[in-house]
């Protein structure tokens, strides 16, 4: 994960320098900032809970995302073009580290909530098979639990912040708040279904099966969010 991190941050690097521009511009640019940020949210949770085996899964979403911008992302999205004039601003520095700062939060709570609903599998139906057995070795079904409710109440201001930047930015850009584009519609989808979370989770006291569900919809929404609305539905963001 360390060789990943340091490769990841000499590609960002590397792009910024050759671009002569934050790398935040594109999707393969923004893919690059996803896992970068993904890497090191998962390493500062095994720092602090000393919980290798998450990896195995958020990992994996990280490997995921970086087969997808080297084998399906078009090469139209990997070009280095001319600064769009909308992207020239300071906001879209403030608004895309953000957001992304969020999205990687909720791909480790993603990647948490899938150990939680195997590791309860398992637990239901007994030991047995090797793969059962090893199972059965995954962090106890409360620490599953308190850290998918941690990485998503951490990544939701980033995403808050990122959506009131975005609005900004966009006032600057387009000289309005909200447009209700594709994008910022679907951006406003995602961050309800994480307000539910955390709101059934303090208020109502949500915890176990149906929380991690509430967290993979989450992160399931995020995915088109970022993939869907870019490809399938045209609006002010179809380049980012």
């Known amino acids: 994960a360390i060789l990943g991190l340091a ?9 910024a320098y050759e671009a002569g521009h934050a790398p935040f511009a594109n999707l393969y640019e923004s893919m690059l900032l996803f896992t ?19 990896g195995t899964f958020v990992m994996s979403i990280v490997f995921f995302s970086i087969l997808t911008i080297v084998w399906l ?13 909308a992207l020239q601003s300071l906001w879209l520095e403030i608004h895309v580290m953000t957001t992304f700062i969020g999205y990687a ?8 909530s899938i150990m939680y609903l195997i590791k309860n599998w398992v637990e239901k139906k007994g030991g047995g098979s090797g793969l059962k057995n090893f ?26 912040i990122g959506i009131i930047t975005g609005a900004v930015w966009a006032n600057y850009a387009w000289g309005t708040y909200w447009s209700w584009d594709p994008k910022e519609t ?16 303090v208020t109502y006291g949500w915890r176990g099966v ?15 969010l970022y993939w869907g609305v870019s490809f399938i539905l045209p609006g002010l963001h179809a380049y980012a």
């Open 186 to 201: 679907w951006s406003a989808i995602v961050w309800l279904i994480y307000a539910g979370y955390l709101h059934a989770r």
């Open 7 to 15: 490769t990841n941050t000499l590609g960002l690097v590397y792009r």
């Open 73 to 85: 992302l078009p090469y139209r999205y990997q070009n280095i073009d001319p600064l769009n004039p």
């Open 105 to 112: 939060a909720f791909a480790i709570s993603f990647g948490i």
């Open 36 to 54: 970068w940020a993904t890497v090191i949210g998962y390493l500062m949770m095994e720092w602090r809970y000393k919980l290798r085996i998450i």
């Open 210 to 224: 149906r929380t991690a569900i509430f967290a993979i919809i989450g992160f399931l929404s995020v995915i088109f």
């Open 135 to 160: 199972f059965v070795r995954f962090p106890d079904l409360n620490i599953l639990d308190d850290l998918n409710y941690k990485s998503i109440a951490w990544g939701f201001p980033f995403l808050t």
